[in-house]
C-alpha cells in the first residue's frame, strides 16, 4: 500500500449532506489521484493533484472538490452529497505517469 | 484520446489452467501500460508494468508484452491458483497528461 491511509473506510450520509473523504501519505509522492469505482465503470478520475495546491479536474467532477495543503494530505468533498454519488473512492499517490500505489478505499452510501 | 478496453468477465477456470485476460488501447504519445490486482476488499496493487514497445512485465507467474503494433498489452499465466482469484485492470498512463486510464476490470475466479 506504499503508507496511504483513507478515512473513513465506510461512511452512510443523508442526501443534502456534505462529506469530506481524507486520504493521507507518508512516502512524499508529488502526486496524488482520487477515483470512484462503480459496477461496469472500472477506476473513473475524479480530480488530481500536483503538488501542494495544484490541483486538476478528471473524467467525473462535477459534485466534487477537492484541496491539497500538505503534500501528504489530499482531501475529496462533496458539498451536498446525491444517492449518485454511492460508490467505493480510492486515493491514489505516485511520482507522476510511472506506478500509482493505492489506498485500501472508502465505501460511501448516500441514503 | 486515450482509452483501455480489456476483455469482458467473468472469468473462471479450474487450478493450474491457463489465462489470458486480453487488454488493447487507444493512446497519443508512447504510453506505459499497467495491470493492477485488486483481492476482495481491498484497493489495487501493481502486478507488473512496461515502459516501451516490446517490453515483458512479469510478475508472480503473471507476464504481459507491451505490442505496439497491435496496441495490445494481453495478461497471461501459465497455471493458475485459487489464491489467483481477483479482479485484474489494464491501465495506461498518459506521460502528457500524468493520469491514468484503466479497464472496467476483469473479474476472475479460479475453483479447485
Known amino acids: 500500500d506504499a503508507g496511504i491511509t483513507q478515512s473513513p473506510r465506510h461512511k452512510v450520509t443523508e442526501t443534502g449532506t456534505p462529506v469530506t473523504l481524507r486520504c493521507h501519505q507518508t512516502?512524499?509522492?508529488?502526486?496524488m489521484y482520487w477515483y470512484r469505482q462503480d459496477p461496469g465503470h472500472g477506476l473513473r478520475l475524479i480530480h488530481y493533484?500536483?503538488?501542494?495546491?495544484?490541483?486538476d479536474k478528471g473524467e467525473v467532477s462535477d459534485g466534487y472538490s477537492v484541496s491539497r495543503s500538505k503534500t501528504e494530505d489530499f482531501l475529496l468533498t462533496l458539498e451536498s452529497a446525491t444517492s449518485s454519488q454511492t460508490s467505493v473512492y480510492f486515493c491514489a499517490a505516485g511520482r507522476g505517469t510511472d506506478t500509482q500505489y493505492f489506498g485500501p478505499g472508502t465505501r460511501l452510501t448516500v441514503l | 484520446g486515450n482509452s483501455v478496453t480489456q476483455m469482458e468477465g467473468p472469468v473462471t477456470l479450474s487450478e493450474e489452467a491457463f489465462l489470458t485476460i486480453n487488454c488493447t488501447y487507444t493512446a497519443t504519445g508512447y504510453p506505459s501500460l499497467f495491470w493492477y490486482v485488486q483481492y476482495p476488499g481491498e484497493g489495487l496493487q501493481l502486478l507488473l508494468k512496461?515502459?516501451?514497445?516490446?517490453d515483458k512485465g512479469s510478475n508472480k507467474g503473471f507476464e504481459a508484452t507491451y505490442r505496439k503494433e497491435t496496441t495490445s498489452f494481453h495478461l497471461e499465466k501459465g497455471s493458475v491458483q485459487v489464491s489467483d482469484s481477483a479482479v485484474y485492470f489494464c491501465a495506461l498512463s498518459d506521460r502528457a497528461g500524468n493520469q491514468f486510464y484503466f479497464g472496467t476490470g476483469t473479474s476472475l475466479t479460479v475453483i479447485p
Open positions: 512516502e512524499n509522492h508529488r502526486y
Open positions: 512496461a515502459t516501451k514497445a516490446d
Open positions: 493533484s500536483y503538488g501542494v495546491k495544484d490541483t
